[in-house]
Structure formats: structure tokens, C-alpha cells
């Protein structure tokens, strides 16, 4: 089976930088997906890593260490937009994509 | 110019109805997807067809039953409604379905069974 562990809610101020740790415990790791998903509206997607490392992408960027079974989701300059549940999900056996819980991020002036 | 489309995007029934949930993609992707997506906002795959065939079959009851008419369209049926259908369900779809294959959501039928 699987296992994926990310913080419920995270709360941060406009202009700052927010951390958003995952880890995953599966079986056949074949990648790991970050998605945003704001209030009422679909998944979107945002990342992807399959190596270990850090891929940036404008103010957001992600990281995977396969052997910790662990990523991260790196928000800079915090906007108000930015207030969004950030789901992480972890594609393994029979090309299924698992997701965790989503972790709610609140952007405060 | 949507991407992945469902229709009704509302839901509201009483237990015991047949009701169906229609998705149409126009990415020319091979793959479709149902998720779940509960009251803790979890979201779980359903079912999975690539090119109009069953490739995912999670553990749901066969009171839901998917329909894929070609590639573009994926349908869901749900019958005798429970109390417990009450959800948020997405469609997705994918170029093939490779692991590495990002999936792209629609924008989700909230069903609310009284």
C-alpha cells in the first residue's frame, strides 16, 4: 500500500516563503506530482520530479529525495493567490496516482 | 476553450436515485479518470480507461459503473444513491497514461445525496 503525510494547514504572510514537506512510504516509486487546488475548483498541476534534487519554476519550486522518501513544495513571495490546499501525490504500481491529504495554505496581508 | 468539461457541475438527489455524471475532454488524450474526493478532501482514483478500455478498477461498489463511449467522453453512473456518494467527483485525462503523464482535471460535479 501507500502512505502519504503532509501537514494539514500552514499559515503565512504575503511576501514570505512557505515550506510544504511531504513524505510518501509506496512501493514501485515512479514519481511525485504537486498540484494546487484553490476552494471549489479542479487540481491544477504545478510540478513534477522524478530525480532527486530541486527543479524551480518561477516563485514555486519542488525537491524529492527518493531515498528519505521525502519532498518539499517551495513558495516564494507569497501572494494572496497563493491561498490555495497544495496536494502531493505519488505515482507508483499500475501507473495509479495516490494523492495525500493537501495541505491549506493561508495567505495573510 | 475547456480543456476537461463535466457536466452537471451540481448534484442534488435523494437516496435511492440512479443519476450519471458526464466528463468530455478535447486534449486528443488516450486516457480518462473518476476521482473521489470526500469531505477531508482526499482524493482517491476510481476508475481509469485508456482508449475506451478498463484499465483501473479501484475497490468501489458496482453501484458505479463508468462509460466510455470513445476516447474523449467518460461517463460515471451511480446507482441506488447512498448518503455516503456525497462528494465532490472529478474527471481527468492524460495524453497516455504513463506514469510520468501529467493529468489534467475538470472542474469537479458536487453530488449531495439527501
Known amino acids: 500500500g501507500q502512505n502519504i503525510d503532509q501537514p494539514t494547514e500552514m499559515t503565512a504572510t504575503e511576501g514570505a516563503i512557505v515550506q510544504i514537506n511531504c513524505t510518501y512510504q509506496t512501493s514501485g516509486f515512479n514519481g511525485l506530482f504537486w498540484y494546487q487546488q484553490h476552494a471549489g475548483e479542479a487540481p491544477t498541476f504545478l510540478s513534477y520530479?522524478?530525480?532527486?534534487g530541486l527543479e524551480e519554476k518561477g516563485r514555486f519550486s519542488s525537491f524529492l529525495s527518493r531515498s528519505k522518501g521525502y519532498s518539499y513544495l517551495l513558495l516564494k513571495e507569497l501572494q494572496m493567490k497563493d491561498s490555495a490546499s497544495y496536494l502531493c501525490?505519488?505515482?507508483?504500481?499500475?501507473?495509479?496516482?495516490?494523492f495525500g491529504g493537501g495541505t491549506r495554505v493561508l495567505v495573510k496581508p | 476553450d475547456t480543456a476537461v468539461s463535466q457536466t452537471p457541475k451540481y448534484l442534488v438527489t435523494q437516496m435511492g436515485n440512479d443519476k450519471s455524471i458526464k466528463c468530455e475532454q478535447n486534449l486528443g488524450h488516450d486516457t480518462m479518470y473518476w476521482y473521489k474526493q470526500d469531505s477531508k478532501k482526499f482524493l482517491k482514483i476510481m476508475f481509469s480507461?485508456?482508449?475506451?478500455?478498463?484499465?483501473i478498477n479501484e475497490t468501489v461498489p458496482n453501484r458505479f459503473s463508468p462509460k466510455s463511449p470513445d476516447k474523449a467522453h467518460l461517463n460515471l453512473h451511480i446507482n441506488s444513491l447512498e448518503l455516503g456518494d456525497s462528494a465532490v467527483y472529478f474527471c481527468?485525462?492524460?495524453?497516455?497514461?504513463?506514469?510520468?503523464?501529467?493529468?489534467?482535471f475538470g472542474p469537479g460535479t458536487r453530488l449531495t445525496v439527501l
Open positions: 520530479n522524478v530525480l532527486d
Open positions: 480507461y485508456n482508449n475506451k478500455e478498463l484499465i
Open positions: 501525490a505519488v505515482t507508483a504500481a499500475g501507473n495509479k496516482l495516490t
Open positions: 481527468a485525462s492524460s495524453k497516455q497514461g504513463a506514469v510520468t503523464d501529467t493529468q489534467y
